[in-house]
């Protein structure tokens, strides 16, 4: 069975604040596939990132970063110098490779609050 | 940029009506997906269409909910009758066969069983 467990619930910064949204995964596939949403209150989920489980380089883009450990099983998301257009829910997904069911796996998701 | 449509964006309905979703994915994606998304939660999945075919519908109640996509192109998620624990957000998503693939959303209906 897969697991994803995003255990901050809400979390509220002051803009320009770094912060660090975390993420650890369960599967017993060795081939499988993390993602970070952002889901703003428009409801719509916009597509961050995409990380198969081969590839353990951490990925920059922007103000974005990305942290992937399978040691810990962990693949954290990191926004620098935050801004109030940030202010979203964020999930971490994680699909695995058994048979030919693709399906996503979501955590229950990270409010993320960005204060003026 | 390709878009998966979804209509309506917002419906209200009262228990015991029925109601239904349409999702027209991005052209040529074999695979279509319904989430549910209940509030402050993540997405789940409902069903899993490769072409017109279910591939999983294991977490679909299918006492009261029905999915198909008839011409393995368009779909519609349908809920007769529509209970008040129904109230969610109703995503559909595509992606081209094959795991590497991401996905694409639509932006979701929000049903309200009142």
């Known amino acids: 069975a897969q697991k994803v467990t995003q255990a901050q619930t809400e979390i509220s910064v002051v803009e320009k604040e770094d912060v660090t949204l975390d993420c650890v995964y369960e599967?017993?596939?060795?081939?499988?596939?993390l993602f970070w949403y952002k889901q703003p209150p428009s409801g719509e989920l916009v597509f961050l990132i995409r990380?198969?489980?081969?590839?353990?380089q951490n990925e920059i883009s922007g103000r974005y970063s990305w942290n992937f450990q399978k040691s810990t099983s962990s693949f954290n998301f990191t926004i620098t110098a935050s801004q109030v257009v940030d202010s979203a829910v964020y999930f971490c997904?994680?699909?695995?490779?058994?048979?030919?069911?693709?399906?996503?796996?979501f955590g229950k998701g990270t409010l993320l609050t960005v204060n003026p | 940029e390709a878009e998966v449509a979804q209509s309506p964006r917002y419906k209200i309905t009262e228990k015991s009506q029925a109601v239904a979703f349409w999702c027209d994915p991005i052209?040529?994606?074999?695979?279509l997906y319904w989430y549910r998304q209940i509030l402050g939660q993540g997405p789940e999945l409902l069903v899993q269409?490769?072409?017109?075919?279910?591939?999983?519908d294991s977490q679909l109640p299918k006492d009261r909910f029905s999915a198909e996509r008839l011409k393995g192109v368009d779909s519609t998620l349908k809920i007769q009758p529509a209970e008040l624990g129904d109230s969610a957000m109703y995503l559909c998503?595509?992606?081209?066969?094959?795991?590497?693939?991401?996905?694409?959303f639509g932006s979701g209906t929000r049903l309200t069983v009142v």
């Open positions: 998503a595509s992606s081209p066969v094959g795991r590497t693939y991401g996905y694409t």
């Open positions: 599967t017993r596939d060795t081939t499988y596939y």
């Open positions: 990380r198969n489980s081969f590839d353990e």
């Open positions: 997904a994680l699909r695995g490779s058994g048979g030919s069911n693709y399906k996503l796996t």
């Open positions: 052209s040529g994606h074999a695979t």
């Open positions: 269409f490769q072409d017109e075919s279910v591939v999983d």
